[in-house]
């Protein structure tokens, strides 16, 4: 016989096997801060021992603490959800079968408040037979004898958790018109489930015939009287002064006797073909020079490039701090070495084009040069003029971040990398297969000469020397200091009176020295 239970002693020495095992488990349910391990530790027993118990008391109550041959608990894991639930779910798959598994989940929790995973709605719609459906007389939106009745059948649905898909589909009704309903509802309430009007809810006309010929003669009694002026000669506050300007914009396209309106009802004139359009590679070059709109040392540097008219590849590009002379030669110099030589070169009027050094080196290359007056509106036939405003929007800004004329000089020869590889839509209209610049261009080449003929020809103006060890430069059995950074190094040399510069890679390094 065992002796009398000891309230102290933490092995529970029971004699009833169903109060033993609520014993051992009922400081887990006074108190659900403690665990099964912590109570298995206290007596003794293994912690599945205790948690299996926690269980079946949970699932069963009493019952699950009994004998071995009392567990009514079936043999297989059984989905644990109420009986609403599962009635629910068999109406469901008696209406529609198109449902969603999260769908499922979002509807039960709606008309049951009880929630589920859509892997458990899956499962047990799964395992469910379906059950015949409810009467119900109207089972589609175009049933209904009023219109109302069958809108709100939307809207309980959706409020239900149906989606969109499975109402379209249930009642026969397109999304647009679910779409339509569900936006109404949710913006005027049940009021917007009534039938409206498609009349037009514009407010009514003010501006008539009489009104329009009003305002007309008081525009051809002073046709450069502006919206204001017009409202207040009319001495009414019926209309706006925007409307009155409406009206009147709309007179000048109606009437023509209006002065001042000429241009609005001439023809236009047809397109005219570029006076400088190039049909081959290196027919038509183009120059032009650009301040640029930020200063370097306090001073706003140029921009000088040439642009093949043909294939729009600007092949050689300089910056200095004036648009001088020697920097148009010295652009010139560079897109010939690589080119070629053009057949017609076009720039403007300014100085450094006119020049008599820049025009006895056009004349002596036998290069057609012609040049243009911005002023007189010949701007648009410089395409490098107009292409002026790529280099503004496309790289401004990161060259105005630049503080050396070196690091100017970089970053400008960037944007001329980034240009000619990148589509040009003037090519693009045209048809070419690429409207990449360089593409277009390809290997084609100009009027090629000997780099020593080459050199001749800009002889009278450009010389090219080699800098020594420490910098200079021999011109005429005389040296010239130039720059300490460039030792034995190839440069220009432009002579301009009794006025000499250098320049490397297109960069000026000194400038005003002695002769």
Known sequence: MRPAPDADDAQLPLLDPTQYRYELIRPLLLCPAQTATQRAQETGTHPATVGRLKRRFAQQGMLGL?????????????????????????????????????????????????????????????????????SRPLLDYHSHPERVEARQEVITLYAQGWSKRSISQFLHVSRPTIDRWITRFERDNAASLADKSSAPHTPARKVWLPVMLEIYHLQKRHPDAGGFRIWSLRGKTDLSIRTVERVMALNRQVYTDIPGTESLHASPAPPQPHPFKATVAHEYWFIDGRMMDFAIQGHRWWSLIILDGYSRTMLAGAVAPSEASWVALTVLYSACQRYGVPVHLISD??????????????????????????????????????????????????????????????????????????????????????????????????????????ARKFAQALFVRTTNRYGCVTLHHAHFYVDDGVPQTPILLWVAGEELRAVYDHVLLAESLNL
């Open 349 to 454: 009027s300014g100085g450094a084009f006119i020049s008599a050094a820049f025009e006895g080196v056009c004349t002596r290359l036998a290069i057609d040069h012609q040049t243009i007056v911005s002023t007189a509106g010949q701007s648009y036939m410089n395409l490098m003029e107009t292409h002026f405003n790529i280099q503004r929007r496309l790289y401004d800004y990161q060259l105005a971040l630049t503080r050396t004329p070196h690091e100017f000089d970089k970053v400008h020869q960037q944007f001329l990398a980034l240009y000619n590889a990148t589509a040009h839509q003037g090519l693009l209209k045209e048809g070419f297969a690429s409207p990449i610049p360089l593409h277009v261009l390809g290997e084609s080449k100009g009027r090629l000469m000997p780099p020593q003929e080459l």
């Open 66 to 134: 009994g004998p071995g041959p009392l567990d009514v608990r079936p043999a297989q894991r059984q989905l644990r959800v109420p009986d609403p639930v599962v009635h629910e779910l068999q109406r469901l798959k008696g209406l529609y079968a198109g449902f969603g598994a999260r769908e499922l989940a979002r509807i039960i929790f709606h008309t049951t408040m009880h929630r589920l995973t859509g892997q458990t709605a899956r499962r047990l719609w799964d395992r469910l037979p379906p059950v015949a459906p409810p």
